[in-house]
């Protein structure tokens, strides 16, 4: 049993450049996230997917889109990378009901220059 | 929304001794409080939760205490251990879709 899985682990991008984050979890949960966790912030929630076909804005949304492609995948987008990008990402998916325990993913260090 | 503050941000204590981290939300809809451990360059991961209707939660070494009067719960660990070092994070949700808001982390160090 897998749990939620991210790739890359690691990514270096020029400002300007775009890319993907992938997330996919095995563990049939309604809810997906995206956080990102940077130094003395704790999780910022970016967006989330309470449901398939459904996603909402989180806390700190600006410069990122997100993709619910279907119950197990749920990708983050960076359309034109800043250095205030730079930070340490992680995906999780919870059931949604009242057992409501977060599965993160092994994150994904990002760092823009 | 949710507004979830936590303190200490940083926390050493000597093996052995008892730590003890607090945060306060905002919302009093709020009814299910997790708290995370993440170790260094790993995930986080969920060491024990309460719901608004219980008061304290025990699970060996460690407990959390809720007060929904006052809008704050508190996690305990005692006989710390060196194993215990991590950053702690305390959560509030208020269930339904499962939107979860963090604090900014407890650094705990355990001196040997």
């Known amino acids: 049993n897998a749990g939620v899985t991210q790739t890359p682990k690691f990514q270096v991008l020029k400002t300007g450049q775009s890319m993907t984050l992938q997330c996919a979890q095995d563990m049939n949960h309604n809810s997906m996230y995206w956080y990102r966790q940077d130094p003395g912030m704790g999780l910022r929630l970016i967006y989330y997917s309470a449901s398939e076909g459904t996603t909402d804005k989180g806390e700190v949304p600006n410069g990122y889109n997100v993709s619910r492609l279907n119950k197990r995948e749920f990708s983050l987008r960076l359309e034109s990378a800043a250095p205030s990008q730079t930070s340490v990402y992680f995906c999780a998916s919870s059931d949604g009901n009242w057992n409501t325990e977060a599965f993160f993913g092994q994150g994904t260090r990002l760092t823009v220059v | ?112």
């Open chain 2, 1 to 112: 929304g949710e507004n979830v503050e936590q303190h200490p941000s940083t926390l050493s204590v000597q093996e052995g001794d008892s730590a003890v981290i607090k945060c306060t939300y905002s919302d009093s809809a709020s009814n299910y409080f997790p708290w995370y451990k993440q170790e260094l360059g790993k995930r986080p991961q969920l060491i024990i939760d309460i719901r608004s209707n219980v008061g304290e939660k025990k699970d060996q070494r460690i407990a959390v205490t809720l007060n929904k009067t006052a809008k704050h719960f508190s996690l305990h660990i005692t006989e710390t251990q060196p194993e215990d070092s991590a950053v702690y994070f305390c959560a509030a949700s208020t269930g339904g879709y499962q939107k979860v808001t963090f604090g900014i982390g407890t650094k705990l160090q355990v001196i040997p």
